[in-house]
């Protein structure tokens, strides 16, 4: 593919019986779950361990460890901050079509021998499905990779102002923020955590990369893959340890130049409101990036597509255990399309096989930490006390081994 062509979305992999690419994938699951490794910080290109450590486990069988991990401490996350600032006037004379070949090299990577690796970390890590971790884990962050790519190379031209004078040339030049950015990324989804420090160092930008303490496995497969890829050292820097502490570092740097955040509401406030406070002792003025979670729901027509809702509540709730910022939570449905096709749901609903993502078949695995599993079983109990709720289907749940909760459906008389 020519840098100037348009890309392509990264096809979908099946994973069907007798497939190659199953058979590579069950081989490398195997092989991941078989050893523990160790995760450290990565600082100007160099692992540090620092003997802090905690355990990263699976969700559905959280009695196996798959790595021990090195927190970054109060000198690990300065150094880090450091790093990047140091390493961002080679990454700029670099220039743009060199940084776009390094990360387009790693969609190459990721669509071919990465792939099962990556798919294989995230099912493990996260307990998402198969099909789930190909979406992720593979295919979307190989389109942001090559997609910003592409974007990148146009922004000179498309930016250029429309008019200049008789006898004037006028013309915009693209910079860089000027400073480094701190990336703070979620554990739902593998190529949001790529995606988050790499889209700033496409265009000349230095990151440090703070991933959520759920997910630091799959995420140091990402970032082992940038760097095969060639990325330079300091360019993008991996922080495992307390946001918390990771931010109040990075705020008291003068060079901080920027937020790019997936996460929580109340996080994202209070990082904002801490930013603000720290605004006098910063160079410039850090622009800010961040997607927080919600409660999205569905609302029904009277004459809507009854087998299309059915599937779109089944898929919206229930994938990755409705571990999604576009998950669907509420569904307001009117009484006489209830009446015609909730049983339909519920019969679908009860069908849907929940277990060990290691088995192809399971639609469904476990939450990804016991505090999701006592939030989640917390609501279903106080819908089971409360008057204007019914449980029509699920409502069980079971950690002893996994965290796992069956798919539920709460009917409720009260919109509100």
Not at 154 to 181: A, C, K, M, Y
Not at 350 to 374: H, K, L, W, Y
């Amino acid at each position: 593919m020519s840098s100037s062509s348009h890309p392509d979305n990264e096809p979908i992999f099946d994973y069907a019986p007798g497939e190659d690419a199953r058979t590579s994938l069950q081989s490398e699951i195997d092989r991941q779950m078989s050893e523990v490794v160790e995760i450290p910080c990565l600082i100007n290109g160099e692992e540090v361990y620092t003997g802090t450590t905690t355990t990263q486990v699976m969700p559905h069988d959280h009695g196996h460890v798959l790595a021990k991990v090195h927190l970054a401490g109060a000198e690990e996350m300065s150094a880090a901050c450091e790093a990047a600032i140091n390493a961002q006037e080679e990454w700029i004379d670099m220039g743009l079509e060199s940084r776009c070949a390094i990360f387009e090299r790693a969609a190459d990577l990721l669509s071919g021998t990465w792939r099962a690796k990556a798919n294989a970390a995230t099912m493990l890590n996260q307990s998402k499905t198969v099909f789930q971790a190909e979406i992720d884990a593979a295919c979307e962050l190989i389109d942001f990779w090559r997609f910003n790519a592409y974007y990148a190379r146009r922004f000179h031209s498309d930016l250029q102002p429309l008019i200049s004078p008789q006898g004037v040339v006028n013309s915009t030049d693209v910079r860089p923020l000027e400073g480094f950015v701190l990336a703070v990324t979620p554990f739902n989804f593998t190529s949001i955590a790529g995606n988050l420090p790499s889209a700033p160092a496409i265009v000349g930008c230095t990151s440090v990369w703070k991933p959520s303490r759920n997910c630091y496995y799959s995420n140091w497969v990402i970032m082992q893959l940038m760097m095969e890829a060639g990325l330079p050292p300091g360019v993008i820097n991996f922080l495992p340890g307390s946001g918390s502490e990771i931010a109040a570092v990075a705020l008291s740097n003068p060079d901080l130049a920027g937020v790019h955040f997936t996460g929580s509401t109340p996080t994202f406030r209070t990082l904002w409101q801490n930013l603000s406070t720290a605004l006098p002792s910063l160079r410039g003025y850090p622009r800010i990036v961040g997607e927080t979670g919600g409660k999205d729901f569905v609302v029904a027509h009277p004459d809507c597509d009854e087998q299309a809702l059915l599937v779109a509540l089944l898929r919206g709730a229930f994938e990755f255990q409705g571990q999604k910022c576009s998950a669907a939570s509420r569904a307001y449905i009117p009484h006489s399309v209830w009446a015609r096709m909730g049983d339909s749901l519920i019969s679908e609903t009860e069908s849907i096989m929940m277990g060990d993502p290691r088995d192809f078949t399971n639609f469904m695995s476990a939450v990804i930490d016991q505090r999701a599993f006592d939030k989640i079983t917390g609501y279903i109990a106080r819908a089971r006390e409360d008057p204007a709720c019914e449980i029509v289907t699920g409502g069980g749940s079971d950690d002893s081994k996994g965290w796992f909760i069956e798919p539920t459906i709460i009917v409720s008389s009260n919109p509100r």
